[in-house]
């Protein structure tokens, strides 16, 4: 258990500031957790390769494809192209595909990329309920982290750039999930 550590950490809120960088997060794990912990967390921030050692980074790298391959998916059908081969139950989460059938109908690709953190945020916090001071807690943390992160970036007129490029490269994509 992580109580004390989970507790010092400043509460993250979606429409907030970003309290420090997730390299500094993954830093300050790896001087007060324990390796493989510490090692854990870097992976949850994408810092570090490797299959995931815990049921929870397990549980949301589920999730995380899932998202993509129904965001894929949404992306072929509106360009009327063949989808992309998917190996993940459309019923595996309902809110997955609520979510992106709502984001695809968007006019402003902001707006829809924050729809789909917001939906990423809330699955985080389903995934890892009532262990919020033990390692699933910290690994929650670390993905909003960077997820706040990225939300922060599109504040910025280069992160407004940025996201307009990226989804201007998805629209093209035929295959990118």
Known sequence: MYTYFAATLPLLD?????????????????????????????RALDMEGGAPASRFLAGWREHE?????????????????????????????????AAVARAAGMDDPLEAERLLIGLQWRILDDLCLGREFALDGILAYAVKLKLLERLNAFKSEDGVKELKALLETAVHSQHGI
């Open 14 to 42: 979606f429409d907030g500031p970003l309290p420090f960088l997730t390299g500094d997060f993954a830093a300050d794990c790896g001087r007060l957790l324990p390796e493989h912990d510490a090692q854990e967390v870097r």
């Open 65 to 97: 494809q899932a998202l993509r391959i129904e965001s894929a998916q949404a992306r072929a059908a509106r360009l009327r192209l063949t989808p992309p081969k998917g190996g993940w139950d459309r019923a595996h989460d309902s809110r997955i595909n």
